[in-house]
């Protein structure tokens, strides 16, 4: 552990950018190969989006994770690491409306989700008028398809109001899909009412949270001898005809250069090119640099009043926009008899939430939480705040097919033949990814992590 990092930079075979999931798990296949390996990362501990928020007795993820056993080599990577600590749960997402937490599916509370009466007759007249409005008239946009589908006061409750703070975009200039389907609008409804919206049938999750995976896997790479840099950041990729030659890093003013034979990056494309002296420069609706996420911890000496595991807000009375219960998830998380609520606010750059102190933020999200009817604010004992400006919550590896800038660049950093970019939207996806890096290195064929990996390739990528 004392060796000297230029010594173990010369050593290195393999030099890994960023010690998040997808970065650790490349590390932990190769060095189980026998591959001699050095992780650099900017931050203070290993983990990236994925690490622990550790807070007196409580250890709960960083933000909202829901883990998906949609790639069975992760799932099975996974429940190799946690062994009897990979606990199975019920998830149950809520729709937080106007101060009633209604059930996004039917699953707890039938077709009816929760709603009184009074407010479903009002919705079903709503949906009525929509559809008789909508009958003879063009269909626009996504906010036209869906209230000819629903009626407006149906996609508001469910619906529109979360998604439009999620991705940042109204639906009103959103495109609507090509086709409206041929089916009556009494049929159309209840095809919308009885979908079901769970994307799997059984759901895990580590029992001290999803940093214990990533906890997991530092504990193995430093067993098996790789070599982890803590604060040290990348400033320069040196090129050759379409080859990493030499990387230049800097720890602490300190500069280390290393030669690595292969390069496994974790950052996203937009951050490694400028280092490799590729321009790049977004297209014009790329809402990735604009946005951010503000997370708010409240740390409770009492468990929330609703059994949900998260609760997605579409009330217009508020700026929240997700809400995770991380104690409705079991395990060990939260102590027995208390709680802790991550409140999330998807925002601009300019919002006014970003320049707020921790302490206006606290008393502002818990004047919120009051007028919603989820706590009182004498049960919250202590808080946290992250502030994250460029973080982007509704990015997604498709936007790279859809933008072609991004497209274009993922394509040129393909073609360097000893660098693999995993940096990926997703946990499940990003830790493939590194899977398949490793794969890759190990038989000396690229071609089996591109192949598996690009944006084009339908599985496991999709759902």
């Not at 030499?246 to 500069?255: A, D, F, I, P, S």
Request: some cysteine; hydrophobic content about 40%; glycine content about 6%.
């Amino acid at each position: 552990m004392n060796q000297d990092p230029n010594d173990a930079l010369a050593d290195a075979e393999v030099l890994i950018l960023g010690a998040g999931p997808g970065g650790l798990t490349a590390a932990y296949q190769l060095l189980k190969q026998g591959v001699k390996v050095v992780l650099v990362e900017k931050d203070r501990e290993t983990g990236g989006l994925m690490r622990a928020v550790k807070h007196g007795d409580f250890t709960v993820d960083f933000g909202y994770k829901h883990l998906y056993n949609r790639i069975p080599e992760v799932h099975a990577l996974w429940s190799e690491l946690l062994g009897k600590d990979f606990l199975q749960y019920q998830p149950r997402t809520g729709i937080l409306y106007k101060g009633r937490i209604l059930e996004r599916d039917r699953s707890f509370k039938g077709l009816r989700r929760g709603m009184p009466y009074r407010l479903l007759v009002s919705a079903l007249i709503d949906w009525a008028k929509y559809s008789i409005r909508y009958r003879n008239r063009t269909i626009h946009s996504l906010e036209d398809y869906t209230y000819a589908r629903r009626g407006a006061k149906f996609t508001r409750i469910f619906s529109q109001e979360f998604e439009e703070r999620f991705k940042g975009v109204l639906w009103s200039d959103l495109p609507a899909p090509p086709l409206m389907d041929k089916k009556r609008p009494w049929k159309r409804l209840m095809t919308d009412a009885t979908k079901n919206l769970q994307k799997q049938a059984q759901w895990f999750h580590p029992a001290k949270g999803t940093g214990q995976i990533v906890d997991r896997l530092t504990e193995e790479v430093q067993r098996m001898g790789g070599r982890i840099l803590l604060n040290t950041k990348v400033k320069q990729l040196l090129c050759a005809t379409n080859v990493i030659t030499e990387v230049t890093l800097e720890q602490e003013g300190r500069t280390l250069v290393c030669r690595p034979k292969t390069v496994v990056s974790s950052l996203t494309v937009e951050l490694v090119a400028p280092l490799m002296g590729i321009a790049f420069e977004a297209a014009p609706q790329e809402l990735s640099f604009q946005r951010g996420v503000v997370m708010v911890y409240l740390f409770l000496d009492h468990p929330p009043s609703f059994p949900h595991t998260s609760l997605h807000v579409t009330c217009p009375n508020t700026t929240m926009a997700r809400i995770t219960n991380f104690g409705a998830l079991g395990g060990e998380m939260v102590p027995p008899g208390k709680g802790c609520l991550c409140i999330e606010y998807f925002t601009s750059a300019a919002n006014f939430l970003m320049p707020k102190t921790d302490a206006d933020l606290v008393q502002y999200v818990l004047q919120e939480c009051e007028k919603a009817n989820l706590l009182r604010r004498e049960h919250c004992v202590d808080s946290l705040i992250f502030k994250l400006p460029k973080a982007d919550p509704a990015a997604s590896w498709e936007d790279y097919c859809n933008d072609p800038s991004r497209k274009a660049l993922y394509d040129q950093l393909a073609e360097f033949t000893n660098f693999y970019q995993i940096n990926r939207t997703g946990t499940d996806k990003s830790t493939f990814a590194g899977l398949m890096a490793a794969k890759a290195i190990v038989a000396g064929d690229k071609s089996l992590f591109e192949n598996a990996t690009r944006p084009d390739v339908n599985a496991p990528w999709e759902g």
